[in-house]
């Protein structure tokens, strides 16, 4: 008679005790809907590369393959969901500088976390800053 194998139970981490998994698969699609919409990671990376605010002009200028709109609409989601700081200044010209909020920090940190893990996994070597040689 053959017997059938089951399958280990992955015991859930302790920041996970009591959560039923129907609601942190509702917290995951609304995650996913908020990181991967094209422009964010591209709008967090230079905020967690600065203490001083981001102005508008810099994503703008160094955020290539996305429209103004798209960056003005995603820059405008992070503010909503408390991502994002905006400051705007009654000037001429107009100044509107963006801030990470700690929540955003946060985000921030599991981001690059999840971009290690990925660099780790990812079977390729890290990038090397040693000068190859060739010109």
């Known amino acids: 008679m053959e017997t059938k194998k089951k399958l280990p139970v992955v015991q859930p981490r302790d920041c996970f ?4 998994a129907g609601s942190l698969m509702a917290e995951t699609a609304r995650l996913r809907k908020l990181v991967t919409k094209r422009g964010t990671l591209e709008i967090l990376i230079p905020l967690c590369c600065s203490t001083e605010p981001v102005r508008y002009k810099q994503f703008r200028d160094s955020i290539k393959g996305v429209s103004s709109r798209t960056i003005a609409s995603r820059l405008k989601e992070l503010e909503k969901g408390g991502v994002l700081q905006r400051q705007a200044y009654n000037e001429i010209p107009p100044r509107v500088e963006y801030r990470l909020t700690p929540k955003g920090q946060e985000l921030v940190e599991s981001v690059v976390g999840l971009l290690q893990w990925m660099v780790r996994w990812s079977g ?4 090397s800053s040693a000068p190859s040689g060739k010109r």
């Not at 005790?17 to 039923?20: I, Q, V």
């Not at 390729?124 to 990038?127: A, D, F, I, T």
């Open 124 to 127: 390729s070597p890290p990038p």
């Open 17 to 20: 005790a009591g959560y039923d």
